[in-house]
């Protein structure tokens, strides 16, 4: 009983910049690690960064030195700041939540996942 709501997204420019967040609401639960991932047209979903609960962080390369993830555990938010756009970036970005509890349940091993709706992500050349 976790939902995600991404921010609206939207089109840019090559070269701009565009900023998604992700806030995750519902039952007792805490958060262990949450990341963005997208799929472009015609393309699996891939990750693109994610953030652990100590905020230890992890990048695609093809998004290295250009987006920053970030993370508010008192909203149980996740941030995703993305500079110097370019048209290969254009996709359905969609927020992720692993739980490591919810409500009295602890979980070890594979933990379950949340997903937020996705929201597009239009670069122009």
């Known amino acids: 009983q976790v939902q995600l709501v991404e921010s609206v997204g939207g089109l840019v420019q090559a070269g701009g910049s565009l900023r998604l967040s992700c806030a995750a609401s519902?039952?007792?639960?805490?958060?262990?690690?949450m990341g963005w991932y997208r799929q472009g047209p015609g393309n699996q979903r891939e990750l693109v960064a994610t953030i652990g609960s100590s905020g230890s962080t992890n990048y695609a390369d093809s998004v290295k030195g250009r987006f920053t993830i970030s993370r508010d555990n008192a909203k149980n938010a996740v941030y995703l700041q993305m500079n110097s756009l370019e048209p290969e970036d254009t996709a359905v970005y969609y927020c992720?939540?692993?739980?490591?509890?919810?409500?009295?349940?602890?979980?070890?091993?594979?933990?379950?996942?949340?997903w937020g709706q996705g929201t597009q992500v239009t670069v122009s050349s």
């Open positions: 519902g039952s007792s639960f805490s958060i262990e690690a």
């Open positions: 992720n939540a692993d739980l490591s509890r919810l409500g009295s349940t602890y979980y070890a091993g594979t933990l379950p996942s949340y």
